[in-house]
């Protein structure tokens, strides 16, 4: 049986499925050295891309993540994406992670998706912790946390990242 993707739909923008024509957008958000300074990912190509949207789709089936492409009302043109993955076994804790084209941030569009994910996340996925973890260096990620509730977990490490710090909210 296929699971409907959750499209979400706020006042400016649209949360739906990452496609395999988004190629491109993927291929930049993945690879631009702005978006992933604080990421640890190896040099991206247009067939790690297609793979990632591949996995996207895959995650999806077999409940394990889903992530969203992040559009405006005006245009069906990827600007970021967001995604709730790394869904603990019992299905009540989950990941948040994000990534935003630089030339639409600081507009409150990242806060807008994250506030539509996580009342997706708590109300109709039923998670009773989601977390996130972002580079100690990266302060509008944190602020962006923060604004919405989320706390430093302490004594919480990530042990693929001794940079990142993570943080959490309780529904």
């Known amino acids: 049986m296929a699971i409907p993707f959750p499209f979400l739909i706020t006042e400016r923008l649209n949360l739906r499925k990452v496609l395999p024509t988004d190629v491109d957008r993927v291929f930049y958000f993945r690879s631009d050295k702005e978006i992933n300074k604080y990421i640890k990912r ?63 941030q600081g507009k409150g569009i990242m806060s807008e998706a994250l506030k539509a994910v996580l009342k997706f996340g708590f109300e109709i996925r ?18 962006l946390l923060k604004l919405h509730g989320f706390i430093p977990s302490e004594g919480n490490k990530d042990s693929d990242n001794q940079d990142n710090e993570v943080y959490y909210i309780n529904r």
């Open 126 to 143: 039923g998670f009773e912790t989601i977390e996130a973890y972002t580079d100690y260096r990266n302060t509008p990620s944190k602020k």
């Open 42 to 104: 190896p040099p991206q190509t247009h067939e790690m891309a297609t793979a990632h949207i591949e996995k996207l789709t895959s995650n999806l089936m077999t409940d394990k993540a889903i992530a969203w492409g992040i559009t405006t009302k005006e245009s069906n043109d990827l600007i970021g994406s967001i995604c709730l993955w790394n869904f603990s076994e019992d299905k009540k804790t989950a990941e948040v992670g994000y990534d935003l084209d630089p030339e639409f």
